[in-house]
């Protein structure tokens, strides 16, 4: 139980450093982020040129990077649009360590585009083949395009927003394929020393006289937001930690039936204690005793195990979207977990312990116990039934 609170933690918190390491690589150096919020049909003004020169001109501020940002669909039969036909739009991103070049080339001019991994996995388009998009479903004033794939890229987190196919086209060419030519979010990037929360009010008073509805945020409001709305491990995340609660219960059950069979095997001794004066409550201290070094004990052995577990399986990739950089060990989680094994023992060997103080000192004297040794023999089986069902 222990072993899979452990690795559950492990797991769960490797997962929460990845979604906060991606979200900060989404970010960059930006120190506020703008983010359209115009709903649809709405009067108030875009995210332009115009608006991202006046922030560019603002004291502290070194450069303000406008990114634009749509969804299409692929134009195929309606039969076939149900499902996976939308498609992520977005400028031609810079190539780094984390958004590298799988075949081909980037797009420079309109009438080319490059896709990424996923989109062409999905659709099994490869460079030189042609994507036909259209930029609404069952309009007549839809625009249809038929770009040239030119180059398949491997998305990194800053160059991917959601996790759909993502295609990267020029400002022209997602014009013309019916985009929004809007910017749909500004990165403003301030000079050193420059107050953060001075710059956010200064951005916020150009921004919002044009669009009130419009978000701003710092970088770590942007990164705990961005880390929230990532999916990445969250399935794997919530089984382990519905397992765990399950193996625990397990766990109290097979060591109650475990605690009973000794406690019924060391009926008459517990007798002749009790003939030469222990109390009810020495017994039951004697049991909690041992069950609190078994928890101990046992709890630690099972947190270095699931530990070791944890570090193998994201060491070697068996999680495809976690790295080896990306492990997370927590002193917090490993403290935790031995404190939980415990408590789960403590609480598995409670009615054992009761159970030991309701022994006779007539039991010593007169050796009846065979009915005792029966009950011993039953709470074994029971036991080894329950070692099986935990390891089931």
């Known amino acids: 139980s222990a072993a899979l609170i452990a690795f559950a933690f492990i797991i769960s918190d490797s997962f929460r450093t990845q979604t906060q390491t991606s979200a900060r690589v989404s970010v960059g150096d930006a120190a506020v982020v703008v983010q359209d919020g115009r709903r649809a049909n709405s009067t108030e003004g ?138 749909y979010r500004l990165y403003v990037t301030a000079k050193p020393g420059t107050d953060t929360s001075s710059l956010m009010r200064n951005v916020s008073e150009i921004i919002h006289s044009t669009q009130p509805s419009a978000v701003i945020q710092n970088a770590d409001e942007a990164v705990s937001q961005r880390a929230k709305a990532e999916l990445g491990g969250t399935t794997i995340s919530t089984i382990l930690n519905l397992l765990s609660p399950v193996c625990a219960a397990v766990a109290i059950i097979v060591i109650a039936t475990t605690f009973s069979t000794l406690v019924a095997r060391q009926t008459r001794m517990v007798g002749l204690m009790r003939c030469i004066g222990t109390t009810r409550r020495q017994v039951m201290l004697a049991v909690l005793r041992t069950g609190l070094m078994t928890g101990v004990v046992g709890s630690v052995l099972g947190a270095a195990l699931g530990t070791g577990l944890g570090a193998i399986a994201v060491s070697s990739g068996t999680f495809a979207d976690l790295k080896a950089d990306q492990l997370t060990i927590s002193p917090v989680s490993l403290g935790l977990t031995v404190a939980l094994g415990t408590l789960v023992t403590l609480i598995a060997v409670l009615r054992p312990a009761r159970s030991a103080t309701r022994i006779s000192p007539l039991v010593a004297l007169t050796g009846q116990v065979a009915s005792t040794k029966q009950a011993g023999r039953r709470r074994m089986w029971v036991a080894v039934a329950g070692v099986i069902v935990a390891a089931i």
């Not at 450069?63 to 634009?68: E, Y």
């Not at 149900?82 to 309109?110: C, E, Y």
């Open 46 to 183: 875009a995210l332009d040129d115009s608006l991202l020169n006046r922030v560019s001109a603002l004291d502290g501020v070194s450069s303000v990077r406008g990114a634009h940002w749509d969804m299409l669909w692929l134009d195929l039969p309606k039969q076939l649009s149900a499902v996976g036909a939308q498609v992520a739009v977005q400028d031609v991103p810079a190539l780094t360590k984390f958004t590298t070049l799988s075949s081909g080339r980037l797009p420079t001019t309109t009438g080319e585009v490059a896709i990424d991994s996923d989109l062409a996995e999905q659709q099994g388009l490869s460079v030189g083949d042609t994507i036909r998009l259209t930029s609404k479903t069952d309009d007549a004033k839809a625009v249809h395009s038929a770009p040239t794939v030119v180059g398949i890229i491997s998305a990194g987190a800053d160059s991917k927003d959601i996790g759909t196919g993502t295609l990267y086209a020029t400002a022209e060419q997602l014009q013309a394929m019916g985009a929004r030519i809007n910017y």
